[in-house]
């Protein structure tokens, strides 16, 4: 069974700061995986998906890199901003004809970005 | 284009009593899912639809019915709820030639006492 792990589980950082959030997933067998931000009380956006075939994604100040092999993904983020304070919840889908899309998911990492 | 839309948003419910959730969505995805978030755990699967008239149980299916008579609606049914069921319902829906990218609606507030 799939299992994702993001660490930190909470981040506090000041203004202007380079940081990096980390996801682990027990199953290297899989079609992708997409981060997401959840604002309180809200749904979730996605921010960026990675095809299992791709090593990394860009978008604006977010960059996004996977190394299947070790079951491994990062998200950076460039020059944070207060904005940018969220909760960070990394998902996989697995590889397979049934999977369908299914995602699994860690349990996020709480991001506080401050003045 | 109003992407995915949950009614309602916010619902209290007696124990033993029944209602549905409504999930809509406009982008013509043929796969929709229902997951459940809850503190410490994440959000989980519960059951989920691959096309119109089909449905599959997910990892946390008990307690929970679904169907999806429309390609662009899938319910999700509680019969008999309980304190458990109390949690925040998220409808998704995705489309394989996005890569199966998943749009989430805003989700529904369930408070079962």
């Known amino acids: 069974k799939q299992e994702v792990t993001q660490i930190p589980a909470a981040l506090s950082v000041p203004e202007g700061e380079n940081l990096v959030l980390n996801c682990s997933f027990t199953?290297?067998?899989?079609?992708?995986l997409q981060w997401f931000r959840q604002d309180p009380g809200k749904g979730l956006t996605s921010l960026l998906l990675?095809?299992?075939?791709?090593r990394e994604q860009t978008s604006g100040r977010l960059n996004a890199s996977l190394d299947k092999s070790s079951g491994r993904s990062t998200l950076y983020i460039a020059a944070s901003q207060p904005g940018d304070s969220a909760t960070y919840l990394c998902a996989v889908t697995d590889a397979g004809g049934t999977s369908y899309g299914k995602l699994t998911f860690g349990q996020g990492t709480i991001l506080t970005v401050h003045p | 284009n109003a992407g995915v839309t949950q009614t309602p948003k916010f619902r209290v419910l007696k124990t033993g009593q029944s209602m549905t959730l409504l999930c809509a969505q406009d982008?013509?995805?043929?796969?929709m899912y229902w997951y459940r978030q809850d503190p410490g755990m994440g959000l989980r699967l519960i059951h989920y639809s691959v096309g119109e008239g089909t449905t599959a149980k997910g990892e946390v299916p008990d307690g929970y019915n679904v169907s999806r008579l429309k390609k662009q609606n899938f319910l999700l049914g509680l019969e008999s709820a309980a304190p458990s069921q109390t949690s925040v319902y998220f409808c998704?829906?995705?489309?394989?030639?996005?890569?199966?990218?998943?749009?989430f609606g805003p989700g529904t507030r369930l408070t079962v006492t």
């Open positions: 990675i095809q299992s075939s791709q």
């Open positions: 982008m013509n995805h043929e796969y």
């Open positions: 998704a829906s995705s489309y394989l030639g996005q890569l199966y990218e998943q749009y």
């Open positions: 199953d290297s067998a899989i079609y992708n």
